[in-house]
């Protein structure tokens, strides 16, 4: 156990059980125990396999490369279609994190073996994802525009289309695509 991760589960006002149980579990299975993005995350020598997270209506164990396990058990779920790797086990109760105990393990070590065999996930390329017709209109019209949100990195421009597509009325992706064109032109990404 790592004392920089006890803040986590001290503070935890729902699903404390529970991590605490998910914590035994992981920390079983000979995984290093460490804080990223505020939750405390497993690594296998500097290689992120799993996190714990809570939310709302469940707390859930993160698979890193999860689209890459076998899933023999069928409980791995893609927390949204954009998410391209990661799958995960979603939990309610303690009891129910203490009978899939042995499950779990299996599935982190699986993910340990995937880890070490170098396995990584394919990834959508850019050109993949659905480009906003009201985005396109306006790469079509401004010849800068268009170079400049090709000059930006893949995972910027991943990040603009879905942000833009995300809206069901045009007028709102239009307005979105409007507000974004300065940074775009400037070479940020939508969250720099």
Request: net charge negative.
């Amino acid at each position: 156990m790592n004392p920089k991760v006890d803040f986590f589960f001290n503070k935890a006002e729902k699903w404390q059980k529970e991590f605490e149980t998910l914590r035994t579990i992981v920390l079983d299975c000979g995984l290093t125990e460490e804080l990223k993005w505020g939750v405390p995350c497993y690594t296998f020598e500097d290689s992120n396999i799993v996190l714990m997270h809570g939310f709302k209506e469940y707390c859930a164990l993160l698979f890193m490369k999860g689209a890459l396990l076998k899933d023999a058990m069928g409980i791995l779920i893609q927390q949204t279609e954009n998410v391209q790797a990661a799958r995960q086990i979603r939990f309610t109760n303690a009891d129910e994190i203490e009978e899939m105990a042995h499950i779990l393990k299996a599935y982190i070590q699986e993910a340990i073996e995937v880890e070490k065999s170098g396995l990584e996930v394919t990834l959508k390329e850019t050109s993949e994802f659905n480009m906003p017709e009201e985005f396109q209109i306006k790469l079509d019209e401004d010849p800068a525009l268009k170079v400049a949100f090709e000059a930006l990195t893949p995972g910027r421009q991943r990040g603009y289309l879905l942000y833009f597509s995300q809206p069901k009325q045009a007028k709102t992706r239009t307005s979105r695509v409007e507000k974004y064109i300065p940074q775009i032109l400037d070479g940020k990404g939508l969250n720099d």
